[in-house]
């Protein structure tokens, strides 16, 4: 099984900065990929930053110049960065990967997709 363990969240003023950080643990041949997602109730969860293991980045327009996303292959953690943070910010951020499992899965190279449980994130105006 593959765990991934988010933590770093909080309550912020507008304009501060938070540092997210998610690690993976488990059965890991290798992780392909992986990236934030938040979401705010009654709301589809959204993409807001990924990152490949070969280090190419995607962000969401609304979080482009203020976010940072950024991974230490080492550790199979990922981080996010996040300056200049705005109410609108205000979500529960969710990590994910797309994993090689340590097990048959890695002769076949297939990944699996996992999530973390979350950390709240709230931006007070």
């Known amino acids: 099984q593959v765990q991934l363990v988010e933590s770093g969240g909080g309550l912020v003023q507008t304009g501060g900065s938070l540092r997210l950080s998610c690690a993976a643990s488990?059965?890991?041949?290798?992780?392909?990929?992986m990236g934030w997602y938040r979401q705010v109730p009654g709301k589809q969860r959204e993409l807001v930053a990924t990152?490949?293991?070969?280090?190419?980045?995607n962000y969401a327009d609304s979080v482009k110049g203020r976010f940072t996303i950024s991974r230490d292959n080492a550790e199979n953690t990922v981080y996010l960065q996040m300056n200049s943070l705005k109410p609108e910010d205000t979500a529960v951020y969710y990590c994910?990967?797309?994993?090689?499992?340590?097990?048959?899965?890695?002769?076949?190279?297939?990944?699996?997709?996992?999530w973390g449980q979350g950390t709240q994130v709230t931006v007070s105006s």
């Open positions: 488990g059965s890991i041949f290798s992780i392909k990929a």
């Open positions: 990152i490949t293991s070969g280090g190419s980045t």
């Open positions: 994910n990967a797309d994993v090689v499992r340590g097990d048959s899965d890695k002769f076949l190279q297939v990944p699996r997709n996992y």
